[in-house]
């Protein structure tokens, strides 16, 4: 029987998939394995059932040795595969591109409305039980009806979020490698989309012409009372210089799902009321993260079998 190497707890159906195809080793560890860890949980395997937080190199795919066919991601992002290094070996990698669009774009409209409308903040004065009453002035926050989103990134969450944007009246910008045929919105510069939105909200995957989009010169060119939102990668913002625009007042406020270094977070934005900060939640519901695991399954199940997966990365 191959040996299925998962490197972190799944899903009870995605394993029974995975029954099928060989023996199934899973992490017992409630954390991420070191690399040295890695490198002698996946030895004879011939295939891999990787997260998000693992690199999965040329030198992890030595260590699995000859046999290693399939490294399965569990996550639509794969910046933590080194997609040459695995294709010059003959290793097929995968995504989970599409059964987490929905979550994501839903998660994407929470973190606007929580740092637009100023949720945890008022969540936190009433946990710290602050003395409040209503009046017409307090914890007001900027409403999204007739205000601008620019999209960056226009792949099938980007788009999804477009769509949340039309149903909450508002216009939509967007910038990315190409327009999309359908899309409902504007397809303009990233200069001109930093310059005109009112939420800015980042769906690019994360490659080295993205690291740092958000950097100082990008949060300067933002309007004054923008707010960012970002639910793809962390090194997408340069964090230290988030903290240092909104401390100038150049932005209103930022909601940051994933971090540059995490689960370590730019200790300046973790004291300020006007961040919303989520521990990488964006696909998180049971659905979601079940059917991701389920189709990482079925990629280890149909490559094993000598077939092509359901989703690839292209090499
Ligand atoms: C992904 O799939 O890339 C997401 O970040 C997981 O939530």
Same mark, same amino acid.
């Given at each position: 029987?191959?040996?299925?190497?998962?490197?972190?707890?799944?899903?009870?159906?995605?394993?029974?998939?995975?029954?099928?195809?060989?023996?199934?080793?899973?992490?017992?560890?409630?954390?991420?394995?070191?690399?040295?860890?890695?490198?002698?949980?996946?030895?004879?395997?011939?295939?891999?059932?990787?997260?998000?937080?693992?690199?999965?190199?040329?030198?992890?795919?030595?260590?699995?040795?000859?046999?290693?066919?399939?490294?399965?991601?569990?996550?639509?992002?794969?910046?933590?595969?080194?997609?040459?290094?695995?294709?010059?070996?003959?290793?097929?990698?995968?995504?989970?591109?599409?059964?987490?669009?929905?979550?994501?774009?839903?998660?994407?409209?929470?973190?606007?409305?929580?740092?637009?409308?100023?949720?945890?903040?008022?969540?936190?004065?009433?946990?710290?039980?602050?003395?409040?009453?209503?009046?017409?002035?307090?914890?007001?926050?900027?409403?999204?009806?007739?205000?601008?989103?620019?999209?960056?990134?226009?792949?099938?969450?980007?788009?999804?979020?477009?769509?949340?944007?039309?149903?909450?009246?508002?216009?939509?910008?967007?910038?990315?490698?190409? %327009?999309?045929?359908? &899309?409902?919105? !504007?397809?303009?510069?990233?200069?001109? /989309? +930093?310059? #005109?939105? $009112?939420? @800015?909200?980042?769906?690019?995957?994360?490659?080295?012409?993205?690291?740092?989009?958000?950097?100082?010169?990008?949060?300067?060119?933002?309007?004054?009372?923008?707010?960012?939102?970002?639910?793809?990668?962390?090194?997408?913002?340069?964090?230290?210089?988030?903290?240092?625009?909104?401390?100038?007042?150049?932005?209103?406020?930022? %909601?940051?799902?994933? &971090?540059?270094? !995490?689960?370590?977070?730019?200790?300046? /934005? +973790?004291? #300020?009321? $006007?961040? @919303?900060?989520?521990?990488?939640?964006?696909?998180?519901?049971?659905?979601?993260?079940?059917?991701?695991?389920?189709?990482?399954?079925?990629?280890?199940?149909?490559?094993?079998?000598?077939?092509?997966?359901?989703?690839?990365?292209?090499?």
């Amino acid at each position: 029987m191959p040996k299925i190497a998962v490197t972190r707890w799944i899903p009870d159906e995605a394993a029974q998939v995975l029954g099928e195809a060989g023996e199934v080793e899973i992490s017992k560890e409630d954390r991420p394995l070191t690399a040295e860890e890695l490198r002698e949980f996946v030895t004879g395997s011939s295939a891999v059932v990787s997260m998000l937080h693992d690199r999965m190199d040329g030198a992890v795919a030595d260590a699995a040795g000859p046999e290693l066919k399939v490294v399965a991601n569990v996550a639509v992002g794969y910046d933590n595969v080194d997609v040459a290094a695995l294709g010059k070996r003959g290793v097929v990698v995968t995504n989970t591109p599409g059964v987490l669009t929905d979550a994501t774009a839903d998660l994407t409209f929470g973190l606007l409305l929580a740092v637009s409308r100023r949720l945890g903040e008022g969540e936190r004065l009433v946990r710290a039980r602050r003395p409040w009453s209503f009046h017409l002035g307090f914890l007001l926050g900027s409403g999204l009806q007739g205000k601008t989103l620019g999209i960056v990134g226009l792949g099938q969450i980007g788009r999804a979020v477009a769509d949340r944007a039309v149903a909450f009246g508002m216009q939509v910008v967007c910038s990315g490698r190409s %327009a999309k045929p359908g &899309f409902a919105g !504007e397809f303009v510069s990233f200069e001109e /989309l +930093l310059r #005109r939105s $009112d939420f @800015v909200s980042l769906h690019c995957p994360l490659t080295p012409e993205t690291r740092h989009l958000i950097d100082a010169d990008a949060l300067r060119a933002m309007k004054p009372g923008a707010y960012l939102v970002n639910t793809t990668r962390g090194p997408v913002v340069d964090e230290s210089a988030l903290a240092d625009a909104l401390e100038a007042g150049e932005i209103a406020g930022a %909601a940051l799902d994933v &971090f540059e270094a !995490e689960p370590e977070v730019e200790p300046r /934005l +973790l004291a #300020r009321e $006007d961040v @919303v900060l989520t521990p990488h939640l964006g696909s998180a519901t049971v659905e979601t993260r079940t059917a991701m695991a389920v189709l990482a399954a079925r990629n280890v199940v149909s490559v094993l079998a000598g077939a092509e997966p359901l989703t690839g990365v292209a090499r």
